[in-house]
């Protein structure tokens, strides 16, 4: 796929995501429930948690990350040759 093609097809998408969006946030009735919910608050709900989750998770795998890394090894200190070499250049 071109990359003009796949620009066009994102934004494209991108305007219909903003046109749903819209009509599930301002123009859903009242009185349709979902878990005792309007589904117009749905429409603020769920991106919230699904941030908050995504930012935990980052959190947690940085977490696991550090537990699971074994320690670095141990730096050995240079000889005194090598310095000398290292002075004499």
Known sequence: MRDKTLGELMCTIG???????FCWL???PRDL???GR???????IAPVVIIV?????IIAWIGWTMVST??????APKSS?????????
């Open 15 to 21: 305007v219909l995501a903003m046109i749903g969006y």
């Open 26 to 28: 301002f123009l859903t």
């Open 33 to 35: 429930l979902f878990l």
């Open 38 to 44: 309007p589904l117009g608050d749905w429409a603020v």
């Open 53 to 57: 989750y995504v930012f935990l998770f």
């Open 70 to 75: 074994p320690p670095p090894l141990p730096v």
């Open 81 to 89: 040759e090598e310095t000398k070499e290292i002075k004499k250049k």
